[in-house]
């Protein structure tokens, strides 16, 4: 049974930062691990991904240049750094595992949350 279990979330000030895990439970293969959002009233929406295997990352243009997604392989987990954030990053923040190239994230975790005042 995989489990993904969120951490981290939590409230700050615009301009703060903020560092999310993503702890998986059992031992699985995957293609990329990533992190989506919803905030209130909204759709959920993608935030940044990274490749399980080589590494390669992809972000949301809201994002780049402020949000940082990195993964430990010792420890089953990936990050998501987040620097200057701003209102409007407020959200319930998910990870998730997609298991190969073509197929939708299927593992998802509980959500984390996080609010930016301004």
């Known amino acids: 049974q995989v489990q993904l279990v969120e951490s981290g979330g939590g409230s700050v000030q615009a301009g703060g930062s903020l560092r999310l895990s993503c702890a998986a439970s059992g031992t699985f293969s995957r293609y990329a691990m990533g992190w989506f959002r919803q905030a209130p009233g909204k759709e959920r929406e993608f935030v940044a991904s990274?490749?399980?295997?080589?590494?390669?990352?992809y972000y949301a243009d809201s994002v780049k240049g402020r949000f940082t997604i990195s993964r430990d392989y010792a420890k089953n987990t990936v990050y998501l750094q987040m620097n200057s954030l701003k209102p409007e990053d407020t959200a319930v923040y998910y990870c998730a595992a997609q298991m190969s190239r073509d197929s939708q994230y299927r593992y998802w975790g509980q959500g984390t949350q996080v609010t930016v005042s301004s």
């Open positions: 990274i490749r399980w295997s080589g590494g390669s990352t």
